[in-house]
T-cell receptor, first 116, second 113 residues
Framework: AQTVTQSQPEMSVQEAETVTLSCTYD???????LFWYKQPPSRQMILVIR??????QNATENRFSVNFQKAAKSFSLKISDSQLGDTAMYFC?????????????FGKGTHLIIQP | GAGVSQTPSNKVTEKGKYVELRCDPI?????LYWYRQSLGQGPEFLIY????????DSGLPNDRFFAVRPEGSVSTLKIQRTERGDSAVYLC???????????FGPGTRLTVT
């Protein structure tokens, strides 16, 4: 079974600063997918960024980028030029390849607060 | 196009009652997932459908929980003899055949009193 650990229950930064959210995972799989989801108070889970384990290049999406360290089983999310709208719960998630059985395995989340 | 929708948005029921939660996936998505999110936790996988069949129901906590997807589109999560510990947000997600990106609905908040 896979496990995902997010060790920061809450983080707070000033608007426009850069913030990094940590995530580690445990798996015996060699191929898999990793995701960061954002969940605002509306409850809707929104995909922020994804990474395929077979790709060495770190994924980036505008202000969001990841630092994927496969050997260390680490998958951190960096948010640059943070904005008030980034305030939300952020969940790191893992998925095995091959059709979706087991679904996503999520961490407990990090509550990110962007201060004006 | 329309995203994943879930009804009702909120449901309050008494302990021991039966409830049904509905999920309408994105049109054309063959994969459908149900998750349960307890307060302060990440979502936990319950069940996965590929088409009409439950391909993996290993996450269902006990036999009070059951889900169907009779026509391969809309799914209903059914909970019998509800308990206070069933109180949570129930999330539904759908994905394309062979796709690994899941699109989530807004969830149903179930409160068992």
């Amino acid at each position: 079974a896979q496990t995902v650990t997010q060790s920061q229950p809450e983080m707070s930064v000033q608007e426009a600063e850069t913030v990094t959210l940590s995530c580690t995972y445990d798996t015996s799989e060699n191929n898999y997918y990793l995701f960061w989801y954002k969940q605002p108070p509306s409850r809707q889970m929104i995909l922020v960024i994804r990474q395929e384990a077979y790709k060495q290049q770190n994924a980036t999406e505008n202000r969001f980028s990841v630092n994927f360290q496969k050997a260390a089983k680490s998958f951190s999310l960096k948010i640059s030029d943070s904005q008030l709208g980034d305030t939300a719960m952020y969940f790191c998630a893992f998925m095995k390849p091959g059709g979706g059985a087991d679904g996503l395995t999520f961490g407990k989340g990090t509550h990110l607060i962007i201060q004006p | 196009g329309a995203g994943v929708s879930q009804t009702p948005s909120n449901k309050v029921t008494e302990k021991g009652k039966y409830v049904e939660l509905r999920c309408d996936p994105i049109s054309g998505h063959t994969a459908l997932y149900w998750y349960r999110q307890s307060l302060g936790q990440g979502p936990e996988f319950l069940i996965y459908f590929q088409g009409t069949g439950a391909a993996d129901d290993s996450g269902l906590p006990n036999d009070r929980f059951f889900a169907v997807r009779p026509e391969g589109s809309v799914s209903t999560l059914k909970i019998q003899r509800t308990e206070r510990g069933d109180s949570a947000v129930y999330l539904c997600a759908s994905a394309r055949l062979g796709g690994y990106e899941q699109y989530f609905g807004p969830g149903t908040r179930l409160t068992v009193t």
